[in-house]
């Protein structure tokens, strides 16, 4: 799908324009990518196969739903930003936030096949399993070292954490469900995935 051991450079990071649009089109968009995080030299990379949409206000599943809080004020802010956040008490989730600034959006990347770094990842997640070091949104986190310190992190700048382009163009069969882990909102399937991908969450 993708293939390691090249540097940065031909790593191109998304830009905002990407991110400025309707969550959805951000969410589907965003599979098939690499995520990226550098670690002194070390780049850890991953290939996004598993999101989910989250929306504002019409959204009841959202952070945003009832508007700007502390926690949630990055998703007010401008698209392509990360959107870090600690739930049941002991995991961290990875979002990028979408859709023009005011108008909150967020996607969160809930699994990604690793590509490169993988022996770090190894050591992040203490686990030799390879598919099982960020099949995810929580195992994402860890094997690729994010914490609430890359909350309000800007993307498009490609440092230590962003979202890139890939060489492969080959077309994605891409399934939508409902999303997992909440309780409104069940009607919506902003849940997607690459068909067939072993590194899915769940099928």
Not at 3 to 10: H, L
Not at 78 to 90: I, W
Not at 94 to 119: C, D, F, K, S, Y
Not at 137 to 148: D, E, N
């Amino acid at each position: 799908m993708h293939s390691s051991g090249r540097g940065t450079a031909s790593l191109t990071p998304l830009k905002r324009p990407f991110y400025e649009r309707d969550t959805l089109r951000v969410a589907r968009e965003l599979l098939g990518k690499v995520l990226v995080r550098r670690l002194g030299a070390t780049l850890l990379e991953g290939v996004i196969v598993e999101v989910e949409a989250y929306r504002g206000y019409d959204d009841p599943a959202s952070h945003a739903y009832r508007g700007p809080t502390r926690r949630n004020q990055v998703m007010f802010g401008q698209p392509g930003h990360a959107y870090v956040y600690f739930t049941y008490g002991m995991h961290y989730c990875l979002n990028v936030t979408t859709e023009p600034a005011g108008q909150p959006g967020a996607v969160l990347i809930r699994a990604a096949q690793p590509v490169n770094g993988i022996e770090r990842m190894k050591k992040e997640r203490r686990t030799e399993r390879i598919k099982d070091l960020a099949n995810g949104p929580a195992k994402l986190t860890r094997a690729f070292a994010v914490t609430r310190a890359l909350n309000g992190h800007d993307l498009t700048l490609g440092t230590e954490l962003f979202m890139a382009e890939t060489a492969n163009s080959e077309p994605l069969e891409i399934v939508s469900t409902r999303r997992i882990g909440i309780r409104v909102g069940l009607d919506r399937p902003w849940r997607f995935f690459i068909k067939g991908n072993p590194f899915v969450s769940r099928p």
